[in-house]
T-cell receptor, first 113, second 111 residues
Framework: GAVVSQHPSWVICKSGTSVKIECRSL??????MFWYRQFPKQSLMLMATSNEGSKATYEQGVEKDKFLINHASLTLSTLTVTSAHPEDSSFYIC?????????FGPGTRLTVT | TQLLEQSPQFLSIQEGENLTVYCNSSSVFSSLQWYRQEPGEGPVLLVTVVTGGEVKKLKRLTFQFGDARKDSSLHITAAQPGDTGLYLC???????????FGAGTQVVVTP
């Protein structure tokens, strides 16, 4: 099946710094990618839809200036958490829309100290 | 956002028992997916149901989509410890393919 990778798989950063997470579709082109956030013992919550070559659309309550999304190519979308705070600590998961289904990445564990 | 209610939140059963997880909504979905997620990993797709009344079987797992395409169920027969995980239902509700996830059901199967 199609493969989506995320990098890094985990990251620890200090409060106030920025962190970039990459999401790549390895064997197919994805014009649309999605970013989700998952807190412990909770489900996935959609943060934003990333479309190649255009601005991302954010779900209600998600700050677009804090979570910067760039979909620079058909195989790469990046999420940058700016001025991270401890409450941003979470599991971030991306998915890429393939020809038949959404393919999920393995997730990135972000811990802000 | 269209709400998907998933129940129960937690299920603990012994190996060999059967279990059913339910996913309900007041809204119609164009399709509904079931995923299983292991700790620290992304969700893995188990099945997609599209047609109202559809029943799909995947070995010991049986998935049903309601006639009105508002609800679905996952039934596991003779559960095994390897079935342990977080089961998530998710509905597709717009042309972009956005998914609305249910709250998830944590299933624990003990030997």
């Amino acid at each position: 099946g199609a493969v989506v990778s995320q990098h890094p798989s985990w990251v620890i950063c200090k409060s106030g710094t920025s962190v970039k997470i990459e999401c790549r579709s390895l064997d197919f082109q994805a014009t649309t990618m999605f970013w989700y956030r998952q807190f412990p013992k909770q489900s996935l919550m959609l943060m934003a839809t990333s479309n190649e070559g255009s601005k991302a659309t954010y779900e209600q309550g998600v700050e677009k200036d804090k979570f910067l999304i760039n979909h620079a190519s058909l195989t790469l979308s990046t999420l940058t958490v700016t001025s991270a705070h401890p409450e941003d600590s979470s599991f971030y998961i991306c998915s890429a829309k393939g020809p038949y289904e959404q393919y999920f990445g393995p997730g990135t564990r972000l811990t802000v100290t | 956002t269209q709400l998907l209610e998933q129940s129960p939140q937690f299920l603990s059963i012994q190996e060999g028992e059967n279990l059913t997880v339910y996913c309900n909504s007041s809204s119609v979905f164009s399709s509904l997916q079931w995923y299983r997620q292991e700790p620290g990993e992304g969700p893995v797709l188990l099945v997609t149901v599209v047609t109202g009344g559809e029943v799909k079987k995947l070995k010991r797992l049986t998935f049903q989509f309601g006639d009105a395409r508002k609800d679905s169920s996952l039934h596991i027969t003779a559960a095994q410890p390897g079935d342990t995980g977080l089961y998530l239902c998710a509905g597709t509700y717009d042309s972009w393919g956005k998914l609305q996830f249910g709250a998830g059901t944590q299933v624990v199967v003990t030997p």
